[in-house]
């Protein structure tokens, strides 16, 4: 189990027809490897912070590393970026088929990309993605949870709304 434990929380709401993991928050890759270790076919993570977005490149180095992806299979794309700005063209380029999203960027000091990202995912062409919001004490601040059910309920009647614990923090489980 990764750091944060949260792949039982990822593998309880993988779909069988869910090949990517899309991150935003690398921090130090602890998600990353869950996802390899599920086996997603292709793997997603954003982080906005040079120093952890370094530390992740270099953890998955071994993975035969040539530019900024570490490994072709599965498919490992690590992009240093704002999920704000870079994520629409990452899901244009990357995003073929529903999807788990795992939510998790934070800006010390500043408001949280949350809200930026959730738009991105809720205006991408499909509409059965899983999204897991983390933190949502941080997340409460900026955005609030009858924003975010009516903004999903409007993309899909079909979205379900789940909290969870996995850890110190409280996520929302966006899922069909």
């Known amino acids: ?3 944060w434990k949260y792949k039982e929380l990822f593998s309880e709401f993988k779909k069988p027809n869910c090949n990517v993991f899309f991150e935003t928050g690398t921090y130090k890759g602890d998600s990353v490897q869950d996802a390899l270790d599920l086996r997603f ?3 997603i993570s954003i982080e906005l912070e040079e120093h952890f977005f370094n530390e992740c490149f270099k953890r998955f180095q071994p993975l035969d590393i040539w530019g900024p992806r570490p ?5 490992l794309y690590l992009y240093k970026g704002d999920s704000s700005v870079v994520m629409p063209d990452i899901l244009a380029e990357k995003v073929n088929s529903p999807s788990m999203f795992w939510l998790d960027a934070h800006r010390n000091g500043y408001e949280p990309p949350i809200k930026h990202e959730l738009e991105h995912i809720l205006n991408h062409k499909i509409n059965e993605h899983t999204i897991i919001i983390d933190d949502l ?5 900026s955005i609030s949870m009858d924003y975010i059910k ?3 309920l409007d993309k899909n009647p079909n979205y379900k709304f ?8 409280k996520q929302l489980i966006i899922t069909l």
């Open 41 to 43: 076919h292709t793997i």
């Open 150 to 152: 009516s903004k999903v």
């Open 71 to 75: 490994t072709e299979i599965p498919n």
């Open 1 to 3: 189990m990764g750091y």
């Open 162 to 169: 789940i909290e969870a614990q996995a850890s110190d923090a």
């Open 137 to 141: 004490e941080f997340v409460n601040t």
